[in-house]
């Protein structure tokens, strides 16, 4: 395995070039503060803050707590041009924990506070306008509301229910449950929109509720089977949320492209036996047709990053007891944005944000400005980074690159916080001062 040991552009040409890989690289980063317009409003620029679950809510009505409130402001102050807040579950039985966030009618007040800091922050440090997206989803299979697995599936899974052999497999959820759980998600969406929210995401990526009805072939009725399907539920709710909400909010999927599971499970995978092997055509005309639904930007992920995190965010260091990454970091790279690029080919006019960019460090500039500047995508997403490194957008534009004393190691620690289940999340290495006794917290509670 190799670790992360470039210092200059120059080593990464080389890095990319003896792996036979190709990545857009470019030193000329103006093209990452140029302004872009999404759906009726103008982003500053080309940074995107990526929903990372900071699990810190202040009670088990999924309240933002004072960290949460400390999370956005960072966020807001540090040059982002839009800020896509981490998933809010529709459904306390649908929480990935008891602190996950949750948006309803008694904590309503909290989030438009919340919102207004975020909004007063960017404004403070001359930030501007900056476009504030929830996520909304369903842990599905990974719900976990009181701390003890609950899984909801929607079908059996052979390799998930090997991955997972601590959850019990449950009877999938009804047709008749789905229908309840798009109400919610429509309502909750409006309820976001009360908060002062200027879009709302369906979450529909990494193998929760959402995305795995897009490779539900083995499931019977109106949600499983065919292609029309598998995505009922998905275009279901956008269009719910669509008739609903005002024309200026935004409704949008941060979108899987691949749950790489066997055929018939999977998404985004070949119809074949054996092994999977990658085929987005299906992917690709569900982007196509948000597009004509009115989506006006497509944020792209994939894989499982519980058992395959190489996919979507290449590391150094894994969670503990998973093994080390199975390639080299940098192939990972490569692989993602080659997989955002084909996206971007079938999109239209849409924008595209891309992301598993962090484990470049102070090199990320470099490849967002050639990614930007050769089409392959329309906006750079931060995750990762953002909780090590709230700043870096500003530092690159306003001074011209990363400090790398400042960026994130992919060390794995703030997913393991949320693994753990116990500690609230953050960046251990570069905000430790916080970090450090929440992320200890939840290693004891693991090992005792």
């Not at 990545?23 to 872009?36: A, I, M, Q, T």
């Not at 369903?138 to 229910?161: A, C, D, I, K, W």
């Not at 058992?307 to 790279?333: A, I």
């Amino acid at each position: 395995m190799k670790r992360f040991e470039l210092k200059t552009v120059g080593e990464l040409e080389g890095a990319l070039a003896s792996a036979g890989l190709r990545l857009p690289l470019s030193d000329s980063l103006g093209v990452l503060g140029e302004p872009l317009e999404v759906g009726g409003r103008r982003l500053a620029n080309r940074f995107v803050v990526q929903p990372m679950e900071g699990v810190d809510a202040a009670d088990d009505g999924g309240t933002p707590s004072e960290l949460t409130f400390r999370r956005y402001r960072r966020f807001a102050a540090g040059g982002s041009a839009l800020i896509w807040f981490e998933s809010a579950a529709v459904v306390s039985e649908g929480r990935s924990g008891p602190r996950q966030l949750m948006l309803t009618e008694q904590n309503l007040d909290a989030w438009k506070r919340l919102v207004d800091a975020t909004r007063h922050a960017a404004h403070a440090e001359g930030c501007g306008e900056v476009p504030l997206i929830l996520q909304l989803t369903h842990s599905g299979r990974y719900s976990r509301p009181t701390g003890q697995p609950m899984p909801v599936v929607v079908q059996r899974n052979p390799f998930l229910e090997r991955a997972m052999p601590q959850h019990a497999e449950p009877k999938p959820v009804s047709d008749d449950e789905l229908a309840r759980l798009e109400s919610a998600f429509v309502e909750t969406a409006l309820l976001a929109e009360k908060a002062g929210f200027d879009g709302v995401d369906m979450k529909a990526v990494h193998g929760y509720l959402v995305a795995e009805l897009l490779g539900a072939r083995c499931r019977e009725g109106r949600y499983g089977g065919c292609y029309e399907n598998r995505t009922r539920f998905l275009k279901n709710c956008l269009v719910g949320m669509r008739q609903t909400l005002a024309k200026e909010t935004w409704v949008v999927s941060r979108l899987t492209v691949l749950e790489p599971s066997e055929f018939p499970y999977g998404w985004g995978v070949a119809e074949q036996e054996g092994p999977w092997r990658p085929d987005v055509s299906e992917p690709s005309r569900l982007v196509s047709e948000l597009s004509a639904l009115g989506v006006p930007l497509h944020n792209i992920s994939m894989g499982y990053p519980r058992f395959q995190p190489h996919m979507n965010r290449p590391y150094d260091r894994p969670l503990s007891g998973s093994p080390l990454p199975p390639e080299d970091p940098l192939r990972g790279v490569v692989r993602f944005q080659e997989t955002v690029q084909s996206v971007k080919q079938v999109a239209g006019a849409v924008p595209v944000v891309t992301a598993a960019l962090s484990w470049l460090r102070h090199l990320v500039p470099y490849a967002a400005a050639g990614l930007v500047r050769e089409g392959w995508c329309d906006l750079i997403g931060l995750g990762r980074s953002a909780f090590a490194y709230p700043d870096a957008p500003k530092d690159i534009l306003e001074r011209g690159g990363m400090v790398p004393e400042k960026c994130c190691v992919t060390c794995s620690m703030c997913s393991q916080i949320m693994k753990d289940g116990v500690g609230r999340g953050g960046c251990v290495v570069r905000d430790s001062t916080l970090y450090v006794p929440e992320y200890r917290i939840g290693r004891a509670a693991a090992s005792a």
